[in-house]
């Protein structure tokens, strides 16, 4: 039998008006951070920090950095979690800035490969300085066939890492566990004589040095074959204090031929990597 108004017996009438669904700003914490832990971390720090003062505690905070973390770095999450920083640290997101930046195994070096912006590279040059050029043939460890190429006398580009900028922080880089990797790659210019230098050097928060490699230059001839060499070397056992890495190339063609004939640097590389043993 219905009863009045159409519904059967004993069903309630419709609640003229439904709840409306809870936004994220009502979703208690613990939910909350499951959303935002596959948020892009570079959104979470640029836009969802902004949004209210409790999800500004949570981006800064070190609970939802470790989902991230356990998520994007599988197997590098138990060491690292070992190195965090104190979880009083005043400085904001130090574990989010490292999830956004990914600092580990990638070529930290910017604009490594001839590309002709030399912006990154700080240079100082007799001669006629370096010039960017496609590479006469292809190269071996060229990801793009561009190379910076040096002129007579001493031509110098340095580029200098702050290791805490791309990600890193010092409760890490004093643990022991990473090693940093540098390597150089070349090859000779038919018909010139010249030589190379590559310089490297692991810098305190003063600039002071700790740690230093440069092989003696390296001279190359006049040759019909164009040849590719490799500089390259691993620094491990770090000194507690390792804050900056200062990278130089000096090159001079020292036939003193005008403009750019000296030889092809194509590509060069400073790699962190964490040390498993």
């Known amino acids: 039998m219905w009863a009045s108004g159409g519904l059967p017996a004993g069903v309630p009438a419709p609640d003229p008006k439904p709840k409306e669904a809870l936004g994220l700003g009502q979703l208690p914490t613990e939910l909350l951070e499951m959303v935002l832990v596959h948020v892009p971390p570079h959104t979470l720090l640029g836009h969802c920090r902004q949004v ?8 800064d905070g070190q609970h ?10 599988a197997a590098l999450s138990p060491i690292l979690r070992t190195y965090l920083p104190p979880a009083d640290d005043p400085r904001p997101c130090v574990l989010g800035r490292f999830c956004e930046r990914r600092p580990i195994g990638r070529n930290l070096l910017q604009k490594p490969k001839g590309e002709e912006d030399f912006l990154k590279w700080p240079v100082l040059s007799g001669g006629d300085t370096w010039a960017a050029e496609e590479n006469g043939e292809d190269s071996p460890r060229a990801c793009m066939q561009t190379s910076f190429l040096s002129s007579y006398r001493w031509c110098q580009k340095k580029q200098v890492l702050n290791l805490e900028e791309e990600g890193f922080w010092p409760e890490l880089l004093d643990s022991g566990k990473l090693e940093i990797c540098v390597s150089a790659w070349w090859t000779d210019r038919q018909y010139t004589n010249s030589l190379y230098r590559l310089i490297v050097q ?13 092989p003696l ?6 040759c019909r074959n ?6 390259s070397h691993v620094f491990s056992n770090l000194k507690k204090g390792v804050r900056f890495v200062s990278l130089e190339h000096w090159v001079p063609d020292i036939d003193f031929w005008p403009e750019q ?3 092809y640097l194509f590509n060069s590389s400073v790699i962190v990597r964490v040390r498993l043993s």
């Open 52 to 59: 209210c003062r409790r999800w500004r505690d949570l981006v």
């Open 64 to 73: 939802l950095w470790l989902s991230v973390l356990a998520r994007d770095h």
């Open 202 to 214: 692991l810098l305190d928060a003063n600039q002071a040095v700790l740690h230093h490699y440069s």
């Open 217 to 222: 230059p390296f001279p190359i001839q006049q």
């Open 226 to 231: 164009s040849f590719s060499f490799e500089a």
């Open 261 to 263: 004939y000296g030889f």
